[in-house]
């Protein structure tokens, strides 16, 4: 029989204890994003060890990642990856993503990297023109939320049969789930969660893990 367990404070420290710790790295990283306006828009320890395994596990060689902040999920990504790995990173802050370019240089991975300072939207669809539909293996979306919609279907096209998409933020602080809360935002996580939920192009999981990642594979194979 199946069991449901909150995961409240003293349930999440046990789960993140009997993780890999962070590395220094990565700790200075989060340190100084601390300091910086929309630090919370950082990923978590939590977040970016799945994303790690998820990429390993999946041989996954060329990404997506939808919002770049200062660099710590797409620096798990970059190092996850082989040496001839890939990542078309999308952002429009040079002023954020140049602390990322910093990190990833000292990792080694920069080379890995490709950084797009442009409206998401219009870089996913210049490769789409490109010819560039199911060549990528996973996608990360961690972006402005009304934008979700339009990110997901075109990294849909970009990715393979069996290809990886992770949204972030999709149990919003639990206002998803607050029929009082009615912003924009807040919607467009609702609708994005509803449409994978229904979506037959793909199978899908939404995991609590941090503020939610909703997992979809793409069918196919």
């Not at 200062?70 to 999308?90: H, I, Q």
């Not at 442009?118 to 996973?138: C, K, N």
């Not at 996580?189 to 199978?203: C, F, S």
């Amino acid at each position: 029989m199946s069991r449901w367990i909150a995961v409240d404070q003293p349930m999440h420290d046990y789960i993140v204890d009997h993780l890999p710790p962070e590395s220094a790295l990565f700790a200075r990283l989060r340190e100084e994003t601390s300091r910086l306006p929309n630090a919370g828009m950082q990923i978590s320890h939590e977040q970016a060890r799945l994303m790690a395994l998820l990429i390993r596990s999946s041989g996954a060689r060329r990404c997506i990642e939808v919002g770049v902040f200062t660099g710590y999920s797409s620096l798990t990504t970059a190092l996850a990856l082989p040496e001839d790995g890939y990542l078309l990173a999308c952002d429009i802050s040079d002023e954020y993503t140049s602390v990322a370019r910093r990190y990833w240089q000292e990792a080694g991975v920069a080379a890995r990297v490709d950084l797009q300072l442009a409206p998401a939207d219009q870089t996913l669809a210049a490769r789409i023109d490109a010819g560039e539909r199911e060549s990528y293996d996973f996608a990360f979306i961690d972006a402005d939320k009304t934008g979700y919609d339009t990110y997901y279907e075109q990294c849909l096209q970009l990715l393979r049969p069996g290809g990886l998409i992770l949204l972030d933020n999709c149990l919003w602080r639990g206002d998803v789930i607050d029929a009082n809360v009615q912003d924009a935002d807040t919607q467009a996580i609702r609708a994005i969660n509803r449409k994978l939920a229904d979506d037959e192009r793909v199978d899908n999981y939404l995991l609590g893990v941090g503020d939610g990642i909703h997992l979809a594979c793409k069918r196919g194979l």
